[in-house]
């Protein structure tokens, strides 16, 4: 892998030199004024018929797109087929730059108007970190904000590092491009993320406004490099001197892993998701459409749920990075899942404290589609009992031994210990069976 170098200075501790990775446009030093883009207010009130618990309503999205920047530098935005040459040679930019109609309608603006046409309730755009230079970057976050003033609520992310230096990350709720080499996880959590904060102090404590990331594709790197160099360097494994490190270094900030991504199903990323969540990961369901061509919104049914206040940028950005979603393979399915505890309800992605091992948790599921109200489902629980060792393992409850219609159901389950976590999955039954992933309860001491 190769590394990068980063000086530092006061206030942002910007970087001032390095190097990038896989062609395309040089990386320019990252350096913003730090301007927060504005933010609009709650939408108000939401009449549109949803899936509902508590105070949250259930909105629906995906997190990871591309788009074709200023100067075709993200590769993003094609209309169908592929460009010749490598992502990112010489080649590859004469033909995006020469070839303008095949591009036509890929630009930021114009793919956010495609997203919300395809119905979705929010959206991320997410170029490559190292194929856009500054400027392409910040036409991309002016995109972004000068959607900001309706209720269709577009994040603005990256995605950072490259597949073949230990897969990529999407990283979210930032408006300056990273300027680290790609593998440099270590960086990213110890000087890049801490940084922007320090500038933005008004993320403080604020989780509709903290930077958060994704681990993105995560089975996707299996064809790059051998399953021994996955485990040794996927999502910069190789920059921590023990798997414990790595996980203390990543939950800091990592928030979600893609258990759906690109058109596949969950059977593409759950085993290593499994293996994730495993190695100390506490980490959320999410989807990533990582979207090429012009496909918005409709690569895939597929979408990531958020349990949120409304449809905000704070709102749905706060219901992110508190990790109430959850992954479904059905585009219009709502559901929670809540832990009913003495002090109060905590609901799906949370962290909970139990009295003992052993004691039941009870929780709660409610399922509801409007779009298919006779639909039956078969209900899964997992729980691993710690970090390392063996994987999560299904448990029986009795009440889920039959397929069950829409509705709310109480269960319990026997609480792991410290380091466990408990994690449902749901398969919607039927010609095509559609299968949801939710956010673990992450059980702590």
Known sequence: MRRGWLA?????????SCTHDGGGPPVDSGVSDGAQPPLCVDAGV??????????YATYLGTLHDHVYALRGGDDGGIIAGNE??????AEW???????????????????????????????????????????????????????????????MGQEYSTVATGNHMTVFQTDIRIGLDGGRFDLL?????????????????????????????????????????????EYGIDDFPTLGAWAD????????????????????????????????????????????????????????????????????????????TFASEDKTLGLHVVAKLAGGDRYMGSDVTVAEAGAMLPLEIGLEDAGEPGATYRIEVLRDDAVGGAQAAAVTVPAFASPVAAGTYQFQVATPPAGGYVLVHVTQLGSNTDDAWVSPFFIRP
């Open 8 to 16: 530092l200075a006061s206030g942002l501790l910007p970087l001032l």
């Open 46 to 55: 939401d009449s549109t018929p949803r899936h509902r618990v508590g105070p």
């Open 84 to 89: 010749p040459g490598v992502t990112g040679s």
């Open 93 to 155: 930019l004469a033909f995006r730059q020469q070839n303008p109609a095949r591009y036509a309608g890929g630009d930021p603006r114009a793919v956010i108007q495609k997203a919300k046409a395809a119905g979705l309730d929010f959206f991320a755009l997410t170029p490559h970190n190292h194929l856009v230079d500054g400027e392409e970057f910040a036409d991309i976050t002016a995109a972004v904000t000068e959607s900001r003033c309706g209720s269709f609520v577009v994040l």
């Open 189 to 233: 959590y110890a000087n890049w993320l801490p940084s922007y904060e320090s500038a933005h102090p008004e993320v403080a404590g604020n989780a509709g406004l903290r930077p958060f990331a994704a681990f993105a594709h995560p089975s996707f790197t299996a064809s790059e490099y051998t399953l021994a160099d996955k485990a040794r360097l």
């Open 249 to 324: 270094a990543s939950n800091k900030y990592v928030r979600l892993v893609e258990v759906l991504s690109g058109s596949g199903g969950d059977t593409q990323n759950r085993p290593r998701v499994l293996e994730l969540l495993n190695n100390g990961a506490r980490v959320g369901m999410s989807v990533g459409e990582d979207n090429h061509d012009q496909q918005y919104g409709t690569r895939t049914d597929s979408r990531v749920g958020v349990l949120a206040t409304g449809q905000s940028i704070s709102a749905i950005a706060e219901a992110l990075y508190e990790r109430r």
